[in-house]
């Protein structure tokens, strides 16, 4: 008899562990029984007969869950708790090994010879008339930051309701830094309710104002460059975002004075 999971849960159960449907019922199954014959797992799992094994080797490779040497060969689950803390474990051994790859590459001779092409080549580039995009918010923001960290007198942040909360979080630590640095943060969202939470964590950077309307998503740094996001971000995956980069004071200008007469109060 298959077991009684929805799909919103199953669903969320994919998204924290990276597990495909087929392994994330499985796993379910599993842990509901405690520990069953591999045989015996497809039905109440709701999976092809013809993909347990398969499903079943993934599991144990990750770490799910436990072979039994048994005739016929069971399988057991393991803690959550316990997977939890294998799986910090091992991130933190790749991303160890990973900042150990990256740290030898960067003392390579290769290395000094890319900065050397890169240098030479971009001297025959005018930043000031160049706009750059970047595809999906990891890229974009990771380029933001740098600008973040490097302004010099104000930094406007012009947003959704939605996406405030995911861009004070991606944004925080360039953001407090610019404010140590003395610059001027001005945060600006369509928003009616707010968490006590999030409202601590944007007086600790600047000043929230809300907006009475939608007018897109911008990071305006010093007046002189101007961050874009293109899609409608309720409907677009972060990877798919497309995200403009433009230097110009003439823009800034007419995106800040857009927000000031949306403020409400």
């Given at each position: 008899m298959a077991l009684s999971f929805n799909?919103?849960?199953?669903?969320?159960?994919?998204?924290m562990f990276g597990l495909n449907l087929y392994e994330?019922?499985?796993?379910?199954?599993?842990?509901?029984?405690?520990?069953?014959?591999?045989?015996k797992l497809s039905e109440p799992a709701n999976v092809p007969k013809s993909r347990s094994y398969d499903i079943l080797v993934s599991l144990e490779n990750g770490g799910f869950?436990?072979?039994n040497l048994t005739k016929p060969i069971s399988y057991r689950a393991i803690s959550p708790n316990e997977?939890?803390?294998?799986?910090?474990?091992?991130?933190?051994e790749e991303t160890n090994k990973k900042i150990e790859k990256l740290e030898k590459i960067r003392d390579s001779s290769m290395m000094k010879d890319l900065q050397s092409l890169y240098e030479k080549g971009i001297k025959f580039v005018d930043e000031t008339k160049v706009a750059t995009s970047y595809q999906g918010l990891e890229a974009a923001y990771f380029r933001m930051k740098k600008s973040i960290?490097?302004?010099?007198?104000?930094?406007?942040l012009i947003t959704t309701a939605s996406s405030l909360e995911p861009k004070i979080k991606a944004l925080s630590r360039?953001?407090?830094?610019?404010?140590?640095?003395n610059v001027t943060i001005h945060v600006y969202a369509p928003i009616k309710d707010i968490s006590e939470t999030l409202a601590n964590e944007i007086k600790q950077i600047?000043?929230?104002?809300?907006?009475?309307?939608?007018i897109g998503r911008?990071?305006?740094?010093?007046?002189?460059?101007?961050?874009?996001?293109?899609?409608?971000?309720?409907?677009?995956?972060?990877?798919?975002?497309?995200?403009?980069?433009?230097?110009?004071?003439?823009?800034s200008e007419r995106i800040k004075k857009l927000a000031a007469l949306h403020v409400l109060g």
């Open positions: 799909e919103d849960y199953i669903a969320k159960v994919r998204r994330a019922k499985m796993w379910l199954a599993i842990l509901s029984q405690g520990k069953s014959a591999s045989g869950i436990v072979r997977l939890i803390e294998r799986l910090v474990e091992k991130a933190k960290k490097s302004a010099k007198s104000e930094i406007v360039a953001l407090k830094q610019a404010k140590s640095n600047g000043r929230l104002n809300r907006l009475g309307m939608d911008f990071v305006i740094i010093d007046e002189n460059e101007v961050f874009i996001f293109t899609e409608d971000d309720r409907d677009t995956h972060p990877s798919n975002e497309i995200i403009l980069h433009v230097r110009g004071k003439y823009l």
